[in-house]
């Protein structure tokens, strides 16, 4: 006879792979989501906790990029697929920054150490800080300068890409893509380094 008491741990484990649970008016509900973007989600995160702005900014910008390879037939990034995903899931966020000037400050902050977005109005992207007087100032258009708190822009992109790992996690696509994509293997990746973490 079954114990009706027991604790059903491996049961749950085993069911709910691939799922999150989040709230809604008050109720758990299982949602499917992309386990292995959240590495990269992550350690944004660390970044900025940690107050390694600039690097939270580069791992941000590569946001769409990472996202948008996912949902494409061969995985691959393309700054069209890149503009679009930004299109989509950041307008509402950033009024202000349009998905060309995402791409161009991506490609200017990773390729280039520059912040500026070439062919605009703008020449030039601010990243302020958290201060101790709690004073924030963000999506602000100054004279010819866009301005954003840096912890908040980070933020926004991180949950514009979870959001959408709820709907992607759905894609047949974005499902085989998802096993490619680097994350931390926590015991190896055999046959190569078995029993020992690596990012693979």
Known sequence: MKDETAPCISTYEQSWNHLRLITS?????????????????????NAIDSRLYYIALVLTLTVPDVCSALESENGRAHSTLYKNWCRKHLQQAFPSLTPEDCYSLRC???????????????????????????NVFHNNVMNDALQFDAVRFCQSIISAARAWTFIAAENPIVRANADNLVQLRSNGMPPYIVGAPVIA
């Open 25 to 45: 008016f008050g109720c758990w509900i299982p949602m499917p989501y992309i386990p292995s973007i959240e590495m990269f989600l992550t350690e944004i995160e």
């Open 108 to 134: 200017g902050v990773i390729h280039q150490g520059r912040m500026g977005i070439p062919g605009r109005d703008f020449a030039r992207v601010i990243f302020t800080f958290p201060d101790s007087g709690l």
